[in-house]
């Protein structure tokens, strides 16, 4: 059976295509003293909105991670350890 940790919200939102940036430091910045998740669809989208979120100043408040299969397999494991060592205000951009 699937356990899920109590503590654990699940958020999604659509949105149209050219909201989706706006929208998504909206949610950050609401969350900013929370561990997130953001699933995206492709590696290649993780890396676009890793970059395009780290030049972000109203972001500068939320540790960004970028995690996804095409990278390393040392860079993941030091990724998800930083992830899970941070007590909050951080995201990790990820594929499914």
């Given at each position: 059976?699937?356990?899920?940790?109590?503590?654990?919200?699940?958020?999604?939102?659509?949105?149209?295509?050219?909201?989706?940036?706006d929208l998504l430091v909206w949610f950050l910045r609401k969350h900013k003293d929370e561990k997130v998740i953001v699933y995206f669809l492709t590696c290649a989208v993780v890396d676009?909105?890793?970059?395009?979120?780290?030049?972000?100043?109203?972001?500068?408040?939320?540790?960004?991670?970028?995690?996804?299969?095409?990278?390393?397999?040392?860079?993941?494991?030091?990724?998800?350890?930083?992830?899970?060592?941070?007590?909050?205000?951080?995201?990790?951009?990820?594929?499914?």
């Amino acid at each position: 059976p699937l356990i899920v940790p109590e503590a654990l919200n699940n958020f999604y939102m659509t949105c149209p295509l050219e909201r989706k940036l706006d929208l998504l430091v909206w949610f950050l910045r609401k969350h900013k003293d929370e561990k997130v998740i953001v699933y995206f669809l492709t590696c290649a989208v993780v890396d676009y909105f890793f970059q395009i979120l780290r030049e972000r100043p109203e972001l500068e408040a939320v540790k960004l991670f970028s995690f996804h299969g095409k990278a390393p397999a040392k860079k993941r494991a030091k990724t998800m350890q930083g992830f899970d060592e941070n007590d909050g205000g951080c995201a990790l951009l990820v594929t499914d």
